[in-house]
C-alpha cells in the first residue's frame, strides 16, 4: 500500500496519470485495454491492437492505436516491428499529436544499438504528454545515466531518476530495465519500490514460447494451443515459429505420448538398406538381451532430408514415441535433428557426419563423430609421438574438405602445422599425380637438384634417364582421410614416387613416413590391400574384435550366436547406443522432457565401443584405441621398446 501511495502520489504531482492504472480518458478503448494487459501479456496486447487495426478503426482512433501496437512491439523486444509502427505514425499524421510521441519511440528503438548525440538530444527535446508511460520511463531511465555519466548537477539527475521510476512503474519491463541500469542512483525508497518487483529476465519471445511450451507438457491443450497461436500472430517469422506450430500440431492430436516407444529412423532399402537392416537387428538384439524394455517403430528412412523429417513427425505426433534413433545419413542428419528440436522429441543420432548437437538440448550423437576421431588421432600424434608437422591427402569432396579442416584447426590447436595439403580426383583410380605434388616434385623448381643427380647417376656408370627427383618432406607424418581401399591405394603411389612408407624404403638411409587414418581404416582387408605400403600405418577407432577383452568377448559371442557374423564397429556402436538410451527412456517414462534430462546422466557398464555416458557435448565421451598394422593383422598401438642403454647386454 505505502509503495503504491508513493507512485500514485508523484504521478499526481507529474500530471499524467499511468497508463496501466489509469489511461487518458481520451485513449480508444482498445488501447486502454492493451495497456492494462500488457504488462502480464504482451502478446496477447500486441494481437488487440493489430487485430483492431485489420478490422478498421476510426479515423480519429488509428494514430493512437498505431502509436501503441508499435511500443507493444517495442517492449517485446520487437524494434524492427516496433520502428516500422512509429515510422508510419510520423509519416502518414505529420500534424497530430502522436507524431512526437512516434519520433521518440523512433529513438528509444535506435538507442538500443547506439546511443548518439542526435538521440540524446531528442529524448530530451520531446514532451511527455501523449506519451505512452512505459516510453517515459525508458527515456527518463537514459536520460538520467547520460546525466550521471556526464557530471550533471545532482538535482537534475535526481529529477530524471524519479521520472524514470514514476513512468516506468506502468510496466514490469521498464522497472526491471530502471532497477539494473540506474541501480547506483536510486535513493533507498525507490530500490525498496523496486525490489518488490519480479525480475523480468531474457526476451518476451523467449518467454512466450516457454509459456506454450510449459502449458503442452502439463497436458493443458487449449491453453497450449492459444499461446502457441499468440506466439505465431506476433512473431510469424521467428527461427521458433517452426516449434510453436509443431506445439499446436501435438496439442490437436492429443499430445500422445507412449512409455518405452522408440521410433527408429533407418534406410532399410536402396544403396544403404543392408547397413540399415544390419543395425535393427543390432538393436534388436541389444533389447532382447535386456528384457525387451523398448517397444521399436521403425521407419524407412532411405528419402531424402524433407521425406524423413515428415517420417519423424509421423513417430512423435501420430505414434507417441517418446525418443528417436537415428538417422544414419549425413545428408539426413542434421536437418532431421532440427526438426527433433523443434518437436522436443529426444533424437540419438546414428550418423558419424554433420553437425546433429548443435540444434539444440534433446540432441545427443550416439555414433563416432569426425571430430572425435580427428582429436584422438592428433593427440596420440601430438602428446604422443612429438609429432609438429603434419601433411595432408584427401579427396576433393565435402567429406574430405571437412576433415581436412577439423584436422588443421586441431594441430594449430595443439601447437603444430599443417605444411601441406593436398586434394585429388574422388572418382580417380591412381593417385600419382598428387604424390608427385605432395612430394614437390616439379622438374622446372628443382632444375639444378636434377641436373646434379643425373650427372652423379652418370660419374657411376648408371643410366641418366631413370633418375627421378626424391620427395620433399618437410613433415613428420602424412594424414589421409579416406576408405581403406582408397587409402591403400594412394600408400602405394607414394611408394612409387619413393615416399618411405610402410615397411618400404627407396634406399637405406631413409626414415620411415608415418601413414594416418580414420575408423575407416579399420577393416582386415586393409592389409591385404595395402601391403608392405601399409605397415606400420596408424589409425582410430572405437572397436576392436579383441578376444582378451571380457566385456568384448561376451558381446561377440552372444552377437555371432544370434547373428552368425562378426560385428563391426557399427555394431558395437549400435549395441551401446541403444543401451544408454534405452536408460533415459526407462527413467523417463512417457516425459519427452525428462527423457531428455535423463540421457545426460545415463551410465552403462561394461561399454563395448569404448565409451559408457555422454559428455557435456551430448556426444558419448569415449577413449579411442590407438590401431596399427603389424604383420599381417590390424592390433593395438603399444609403444616402441626401448634399446638398452649402452654397455648392457641385450
Avoid at 584427401?394 to 576433415?403: L, R
Avoid at 622446372?444 to 618432406?473: C, F, M, T
Wanted: glycine share 8%; hydrophobic share 40%.
Amino acid at each position: 500500500m505505502l509503495r503504491t501511495a508513493r507512485l500514485l502520489f508523484a504521478s499526481l504531482l507529474l500530471g499524467f496519470s499511468c497508463a496501466a492504472r489509469k489511461p487518458p480518458p481520451a485513449a480508444p478503448a482498445v488501447v486502454v485495454q492493451a495497456a492494462a494487459l500488457g504488462p502480464t501479456d504482451r502478446l496477447a496486447a500486441i494481437r488487440s491492437l493489430e487485430e483492431a487495426l485489420t478490422d478498421g478503426v476510426s479515423a480519429e482512433d488509428k494514430p493512437w492505436v498505431m502509436l501503441n501496437a508499435g511500443e507493444q512491439r517495442r517492449l517485446a523486444g520487437d524494434n524492427s516491428v516496433a520502428r516500422a509502427w512509429f515510422e508510419r505514425v510520423a509519416a502518414e499524421y505529420p500534424t497530430h499529436p502522436t507524431k512526437s510521441a512516434a519520433i521518440l519511440g523512433m529513438a528509444l528503438v535506435d538507442a538500443d544499438s547506439s546511443l548518439s548525440g542526435n538521440i540524446a538530444a531528442t529524448l530530451q527535446l520531446m514532451g511527455d504528454v501523449g506519451v505512452p508511460d512505459s516510453m517515459n520511463g525508458d527515456r527518463y531511465r537514459l536520460l538520467a545515466r547520460i546525466a550521471a555519466d556526464e557530471g550533471t548537477p545532482p538535482a537534475k539527475v535526481r529529477d530524471y531518476v524519479r521520472k524514470a521510476v514514476t513512468y516506468g512503474a506502468s510496466d514490469a519491463t521498464v522497472e526491471a530495465r530502471v532497477q539494473y541500469s540506474l541501480s547506483d542512483l536510486l535513493a533507498e525508497s525507490q530500490k525498496q519500490d523496486l525490489d518488490e518487483l519480479p525480475v523480468v529476465a531474457g526476451r518476451l519471445e523467449e518467454d512466450a514460447l516457454k509459456a506454450a511450451r510449459d502449458a503442452l507438457r502439463a497436458h493443458n491443450l487449449s491453453e497450449a494451443t492459444r499461446l502457441a497461436q499468440s506466439f505465431l500472430d506476433v512473431y510469424p517469422d521467428s527461427p521458433q515459429a517452426r516449434e510453436a506450430g509443431y506445439i499446436q500440431r501435438r496439442a490437436a492430436n492429443g499430445d500422445k505420448t507412449v512409455a518405452g516407444r522408440v521410433g527408429v529412423l533407418l534406410p532399410m532399402s536402396g544403396t544403404y538398406g543392408a547397413v540399415g537392416k544390419g543395425i535393427r537387428e543390432v538393436i534388436e538384439l541389444a533389447n532382447d538381451r535386456s528384457g525387451n524394455k523398448l517397444s521399436f517403430v521403425y521407419e524407412d528412412a532411405s528419402g531424402d532430408a524433407k521425406a524423413v523429417v515428415k517420417q519423424l513427425e509421423k513417430l512423435v505426433i501420430d505414434q507417441g514415441c517418446v525418443a528417436i534413433m537415428g538417422p544414419l545419413l549425413k545428408e539426413q542428419v542434421d536437418e532431421v535433428a532440427t526438426a527433433a528440436q523443434a518437436l522436443g522429441a529426444p533424437l540419438l543420432a546414428l550418423s558419424q557426419s554433420g553437425t546433429p548437437t548443435a540444434a539444440g538440448s534433446f540432441i545427443y550423437q550416439g555414433f563416432l563423430p569426425l571430430e572425435q576421431q580427428v582429436d584422438a588421432l592428433l593427440d596420440f600424434g601430438v602428446k604422443e609421438r612429438g609429432w609438429k608437422s603434419f601433411a595432408i591427402l584427401h579427396p576433393d569432396t565435402a567429406y574430405g574438405q571437412s576433415v581436412r579442416d577439423l584436422f588443421v584447426a586441431g594441430a594449430q590447436k595443439r601447437g603444430a602445422k599443417v605444411v601441406r595439403s593436398i586434394e585429388y580426383d574422388d572418382e580417380a583410380n591412381e593417385f600419382l599425380a598428387p604424390a608427385r605434388a605432395l612430394g614437390g616434385k616439379d622438374p622446372k623448381a628443382r632444375s639444378a637438384e636434377l641436373y646434379r643427380l643425373k650427372a652423379e647417376a652418370r660419374a657411376k656408370g648408371q643410366d641418366d634417364s631413370k633418375v627421378v627427383l626424391p620427395p620433399q618432406v618437410d613433415y613428420d607424418a602424412i594424414f589421409i582421410p579416406d576408405s581403406f581401399r582408397r587409402a591403400a591405394l594412394v600408400a602405394s603411389s607414394l611408394a612409387y614416387e619413393e615416399f618411405p612408407v610402410g615397411s618400404f624404403r627407396p634406399n637405406r638411409y631413409a626414415q620411415a613416413i608415418p601413414l594416418l587414418g580414420l575408423n575407416g581404416w579399420n577393416h582386415p582387408k586393409m592389409v591385404e590391400a595395402g601391403g608392405q605400403y601399409v605397415r606400420g600405418a596408424i589409425f582410430v577407432d572405437a572397436f576392436l574384435p579383441d578376444r582378451n577383452d571380457v566385456a568384448v568377448e561376451t558381446f561377440m559371442r552372444d552377437y555371432e550366436d544370434a547373428l552368425r557374423r562378426q560385428p563391426g564397429v557399427v555394431d558395437a556402436l549400435a549395441w551401446d547406443a541403444t543401451r544408454l538410451l534405452q536408460t533415459a527412456v526407462v527413467a523417463g517414462g512417457p516425459d519427452r522432457v525428462a527423457i531428455r534430462d535423463e540421457l545426460s546422466k545415463a551410465v552403462i557398464r561394461d561399454p563395448i565401443a569404448g565409451g559408457s555416458r555422454f559428455g557435456d557435448d551430448r556426444e558419448v565421451a569415449r577413449k579411442l584405441l590407438i590401431l596399427t598394422i603389424s604383420g599381417d593383422r590390424i592390433r593395438r598401438w603399444t609403444p616402441p621398446e626401448e634399446p638398452p642403454p649402452d654397455g648392457m647386454p641385450e
